[in-house]
């Protein structure tokens, strides 16, 4: 009985931890926006950071102007840092 007790507890502890998992990837950066390509997929901010925004992700990309201040969560992709969610404050 303890043993089964013990696997059950274990089980789901395992999975408690599985389900915060990708939570634990995700990054944060705020910043101004220094510049938009053509098409509002990339934004670089005035530090240096890079960020790729999906074409699927829903967001007025005319908002996307330099001097706009922005507040993202992203996930490293190989080389590419993807938006997974984005806040954008229009320039003043």
Not at 44 to 65: H, N, V
Not at 78 to 83: A, E, L, R
Request: proline fraction near 4%.
């Amino acid at each position: 009985m303890r043993r089964v007790f013990t696997s059950i507890v274990l089980a789901v502890v395992a999975v408690t931890v599985l389900s915060f998992a990708p939570f634990a990837w995700a990054e944060n950066v705020q910043g101004k926006i220094k510049a938009v390509d053509r098409a509002g997929q990339q934004v670089m901010l005035e530090d240096g950071t890079t960020l790729m925004i999906p074409a699927s992700m829903k967001i007025d990309r005319q908002a996307l102007q330099p001097g706009a201040d922005v507040k993202a969560s992203y996930e490293v992709k190989g080389s590419q840092k993807v938006v997974t969610a984005i806040e954008v404050q229009p320039a003043k």
